[in-house]
Structures are given as structure tokens and as C-alpha cells.
């Protein structure tokens, strides 16, 4: 088992690799009295196209079948994984992303048992042809939910132009017609590609002893057979196309208020090192410094009547894809969304962007990161989110303080491309598209 030490922080952070490929990440936090749990694997809804264990020909599997198997894996032939957390009075759920899917548990008694019953029932699966069925209904429900969101119509919306030939295009939840083509058979394949120890970790947070959660680990693993695990060949590359990009769409749905977002299309790759993380940190201090609500472009449009408190701004890099978010209600979005154009084609000449200004952000960015450790849930989530990768959260601290004014402006010119933008509007009718 390896040490990390972070004195700065007061943190430490143990990880070890099992034998059969698991990788497990321990946070000792004695002053805490819940202990939090991550099972997670690096497998979302993008990873629909790949070659199957043992084999060599790639297979492509239905949009949604990813969300679909999270909601599978709690249900057995005799019981349901959720009533043997409530039994010890723990906390569970899960959830699936564009790249990963996890199952947790929060629990301040009956640790071990409850760390058992993550590790089982997510590697025990059991799908038959009426649960997979019956499962189609509540999912059909919970896809209908989201097309009744005008907030998250919008957002699909925007992903569905700047990735029109990428899966990150299509909800996690997939659609009615593509998670009705699923089957036992589907489930059991993907489950076996991607719910291999040696493509998942198991994040542990809370008043534990790490010597003795591997043993726990060692031991419960040590009474399942797994087949040997070769390489993960996926279809879905990089997709950094602007040229693919649709520039502008317009929707009409029952809202009170039009609706706006734009998009920027990432064209670099940033991956999970080092390099990647200092880049993301930069990107959104660059966002920040020009459309966090302190800044006065914000401020100017305020006033102005351009942008109200929905306003907001988001940067996502995923495996494959990042981009960045600009929107919120707007009674004029054509002008909205040309003001944002404009800062956008201003590249890094920007009367906004000063050294001052980002050494004031910078110091805010590491007193919120400071705050966040306070929380077991933010911990856990952080340490897992990145344990596919080179770096975790508490690199974050020193990566942050090495990023430099020059990096915000490197960022700026990354990203600020005026060819790679797309914008949507959702105007208030109760027509369909327009």
C-alpha cells in the first residue's frame, strides 16, 4: 500500500492495486463520524461502440444502456441491493455520467457489512428478460421527465450541435426507441467489458484504519473469479471538429421566459494528468474573470437588462470532448448572444482579463477549494472522479497556485474560437421545434 502525503492540506491519501486490477483509494478522517464509499468504473453513456471481452470484433450497443445497467445492478433474483443498506440504516445510490458510473453508500455504523454489500451486489449481476422489461417503463417515465425540462432541452439541445456525430450528443438516459432494443444479453456483455476490477476503483472516506479495508477488500475479493481482462477498445475518439458544429437552432416550448445558451467546442485535448488538470483550473479562472456575476461584463449587461441571476457560465472535459457554457433567461437572447459572440472573437484581448483581477480569483479559487474539504461527500467524489487518472483533488491545491496569468491567456486562446461556437434559443410558444 502506497503513502501520499499532502502536510499543506492535512491530508493523506492511500491507494493499492489488487491483483485482480482494482484500485483502491483510502482518506483517513478520524474527526469524521459517517464514512463515504464509491464503487466506481470508467464506463458512461459515451461507450456505446466497443470490442467485447475476449473478442475482436466491435460491437455497438443502444444509447442509454449504460444508465441502464446502474438501475439493473441493484435488483436480484430474491432481494433488492437497496434494502440491505437500509437495514444498517446506510445510505445508497448511484449514478451514470458521460464517461463513468458509480455506486455509493454513506453509513457511520456497520461499515464492513455495508462495504460487503457495495462490492457484491455490484459484482453479482442478475437480468432476466421481464425485469429488463419492466425496467423499460421506468426508464421511458424518466426519459419523458427530462424532454418536459425546458432547462435541460436546452443544454441536450447545445450538445446536440457541438457534437452532432458524437454519443456526448445523446441524453445518459438514451431514448424511448433505443433503450427499447435492450436486452439481458446486452447487459451481461457490457457489464462483463467494463465491470472488470482491473477498469474500476473503490474510493473509501471516513474514521477508518486502511490496513484494514484492503484486508476487507482482499478478502471479498479473493471469493470471486474474474476472466483475464486484455485491453478496453473503444469506438469513440476525440471529436475536436468545429467544422461539424451547427451554429445556431431555435426550439419552441411552454416557457414563461426565452431561453439561451452558447457553446464553445474544446480543440485541445485534455486528458487526466497533470498538464490537463492545470488547464481546466485556467479555463474556468478565464470564465470567471469574465463572466462570473463580480466581473463587469456581468455587471455592464446587468444593468443593462441583458442577463438577470440565471446567467451563468460552465466548462466540462470529459474523455473525448470538453467544451463551455454561457446562458441563462435573457428577454432579448439575439443580443445576448451576440455580446457573448463578441467577447468570444475578442480572443485574449479582453479589457477584463487583468493580472490584478486573476490574482484575486486565484485566491478566492483556493479558499473555496479549502471550504470543499470540509465535506466527506466532496472528498469522496473528488478523490473517485479522477482516480482513472494521474492526478487527484489534492493536487488541485498546487496545480492551482503554479497556474499563472500567462496560462489564462493560453486558455483564452484555446478556447476562443468564434468558428467553434454554437447558440441555441428556446422561445416561449406551445409550438414543437421551429
Same mark, same amino acid.
Given at each position: 500500500?502506497?503513502?501520499?502525503?499532502?502536510?499543506?492540506?492535512?491530508?493523506?491519501?492511500?491507494?493499492?492495486?489488487?491483483?485482480?486490477?482494482?484500485?483502491?483509494?483510502?482518506?483517513?478522517?478520524?474527526?469524521?463520524?459517517?464514512?463515504?464509499?464509491?464503487?466506481?468504473?470508467?464506463?458512461?453513456?459515451?461507450?456505446?461502440?466497443?470490442?467485447?471481452?475476449?473478442?475482436?470484433?466491435?460491437?455497438?450497443?443502444?444509447?442509454?444502456?449504460?444508465?441502464?445497467?446502474?438501475?439493473?445492478?441493484?435488483?436480484?433474483?430474491?432481494?433488492?441491493?437497496?434494502?440491505?443498506?437500509?437495514?444498517?440504516?446506510?445510505?445508497?445510490?448511484?449514478?451514470?455520467?458521460?464517461?463513468?458510473?458509480?455506486?455509493?453508500?454513506?453509513?457511520?455504523?456497520?461499515?464492513?457489512?455495508?462495504?460487503?454489500?457495495?462490492?457484491?451486489?455490484?459484482?453479482?449481476?442478475?437480468?432476466?428478460?421481464?425485469?429488463?422489461?419492466?425496467?423499460?417503463?421506468?426508464?421511458?417515465?424518466?426519459?419523458?421527465?427530462?424532454?418536459?425540462?425546458?432547462?435541460?432541452?436546452?443544454?441536450?439541445?447545445?450538445?446536440?450541435?457541438?457534437?452532432?456525430?458524437?454519443?456526448?450528443?445523446?441524453?445518459?438516459?438514451?431514448?424511448?426507441?433505443?433503450?427499447?432494443?435492450?436486452?439481458?444479453?446486452?447487459?451481461?456483455?457490457?457489464?462483463?467489458?467494463?465491470?472488470?476490477?482491473?477498469?474500476?476503483?473503490?474510493?473509501?472516506?471516513?474514521?477508518?484504519?486502511?490496513?484494514?479495508?484492503?484486508?476487507?477488500?482482499?478478502?471479498?475479493?479473493?471469493?470471486?473469479?474474474?476472466?483475464?481482462?486484455?485491453?478496453?477498445?473503444?469506438?469513440?475518439?476525440?471529436?475536436?471538429?468545429?467544422?461539424?458544429?451547427?451554429?445556431?437552432?431555435?426550439?419552441?416550448?411552454?416557457?414563461?421566459?426565452?431561453?439561451?445558451?452558447?457553446?464553445?467546442?474544446?480543440?485541445?485535448?485534455?486528458?487526466?494528468?497533470?498538464?490537463?488538470?492545470?488547464?481546466?483550473?485556467?479555463? &474556468? !479562472? +478565464?470564465?470567471?474573470?469574465? $463572466?462570473? #456575476?463580480?466581473?463587469?461584463?456581468?455587471? *455592464?449587461?446587468? %444593468?443593462?437588462?441583458? =442577463?438577470?441571476?440565471?446567467?451563468?457560465?460552465?466548462?466540462?472535459?470529459?474523455?473525448?470532448?470538453?467544451?463551455?457554457?454561457?446562458?441563462?433567461?435573457?428577454?432579448?437572447?439575439?443580443?445576448?448572444?451576440?455580446?457573448?459572440?463578441?467577447?468570444?472573437?475578442?480572443?485574449?484581448?479582453?479589457?477584463?482579463?487583468?493580472?490584478?483581477?486573476?490574482?484575486?480569483?486565484?485566491?478566492?479559487?483556493?479558499?473555496?477549494?479549502?471550504?470543499?474539504?470540509?465535506?466527506?461527500?466532496?472528498?469522496?467524489?473528488?478523490?473517485?472522479?479522477?482516480?482513472?487518472?494521474?492526478?487527484?483533488?489534492?493536487?488541485?491545491? &498546487? !496545480? +492551482?497556485?503554479?497556474?499563472? $496569468?500567462? #496560462?489564462?491567456?493560453?486558455?483564452?486562446? *484555446?478556447?476562443? %474560437?468564434?468558428?467553434? =461556437?454554437?447558440?441555441?434559443?428556446?422561445?416561449?410558444?406551445?409550438?414543437?421545434?421551429?
Amino acid at each position: 500500500m502506497e503513502k501520499h502525503d499532502y502536510p499543506t492540506l492535512g491530508e493523506v491519501l492511500y491507494t493499492q492495486t489488487l491483483t485482480n486490477g482494482l484500485r483502491v483509494l483510502i482518506v483517513p478522517k478520524p474527526d469524521f463520524h459517517e464514512t463515504y464509499a464509491l464503487f466506481a468504473t470508467n464506463y458512461g453513456a459515451i461507450d456505446t461502440s466497443f470490442v467485447p471481452i475476449g473478442e475482436t470484433e466491435m460491437v455497438q450497443q443502444p444509447a442509454g444502456i449504460a444508465h441502464f445497467l446502474e438501475h439493473k445492478m441493484f435488483e436480484k433474483a430474491d432481494h433488492d441491493a437497496f434494502d440491505l443498506f437500509g437495514e444498517t440504516g446506510a445510505n445508497a445510490n448511484a449514478y451514470t455520467s458521460t464517461t463513468r458510473t458509480a455506486y455509493l453508500f454513506s453509513a457511520s455504523r456497520a461499515v464492513d457489512q455495508n462495504l460487503n454489500t457495495l462490492l457484491d451486489f455490484v459484482q453479482d449481476p442478475y437480468f432476466t428478460d421481464k425485469t429488463v422489461n419492466k425496467e423499460k417503463g421506468i426508464i421511458g417515465q424518466e426519459i419523458q421527465m427530462y424532454q418536459d425540462d425546458p432547462g435541460w432541452r436546452l443544454y441536450l439541445g447545445l450538445l446536440g450541435s457541438l457534437y452532432p456525430n458524437h454519443p456526448a450528443s445523446v441524453d445518459v438516459t438514451g431514448t424511448i426507441d433505443s433503450i427499447a432494443t435492450i436486452t439481458p444479453e446486452m447487459l451481461y456483455q457490457a457489464r462483463a467489458r467494463f465491470y472488470h476490477p482491473s477498469n474500476m476503483t473503490l474510493t473509501v472516506v471516513g474514521p477508518v484504519d486502511p490496513e484494514h479495508v484492503i484486508d476487507l477488500v482482499v478478502a471479498n475479493q479473493a471469493t470471486k473469479t474474474f476472466p483475464a481482462s486484455d485491453s478496453i477498445l473503444r469506438g469513440v475518439d476525440w471529436d475536436l471538429d468545429k467544422h461539424s458544429v451547427i451554429a445556431h437552432r431555435e426550439l419552441a416550448l411552454p416557457v414563461v421566459r426565452p431561453k439561451v445558451m452558447v457553446g464553445i467546442k474544446g480543440q485541445t485535448k485534455i486528458v487526466d494528468d497533470e498538464a490537463g488538470l492545470k488547464q481546466q483550473i485556467a479555463t &474556468r !479562472l +478565464l470564465l470567471e474573470a469574465l $463572466f462570473g #456575476d463580480s466581473s463587469p461584463l456581468y455587471q *455592464q449587461w446587468y %444593468d443593462a437588462g441583458l =442577463v438577470d441571476d440565471s446567467f451563468d457560465y460552465g466548462f466540462e472535459a470529459q474523455r473525448t470532448f470538453n467544451f463551455a457554457t454561457l446562458g441563462g433567461d435573457a428577454d432579448d437572447p439575439t443580443a445576448l448572444i451576440d455580446a457573448l459572440q463578441q467577447v468570444i472573437a475578442q480572443g485574449v484581448d479582453q479589457p477584463e482579463l487583468t493580472p490584478e483581477r486573476f490574482e484575486r480569483l486565484k485566491h478566492a479559487a483556493l479558499g473555496k477549494y479549502a471550504m470543499s474539504l470540509n465535506s466527506m461527500s466532496s472528498i469522496a467524489n473528488g478523490i473517485s472522479s479522477q482516480s482513472f487518472g494521474a492526478v487527484n483533488l489534492f493536487d488541485y491545491q &498546487r !496545480l +492551482l497556485q503554479n497556474v499563472s $496569468f500567462e #496560462d489564462v491567456q493560453t486558455a483564452a486562446r *484555446q478556447l476562443f %474560437d468564434p468558428e467553434a =461556437v454554437a447558440s441555441l434559443i428556446i422561445y416561449p410558444t406551445d409550438g414543437e421545434e421551429a
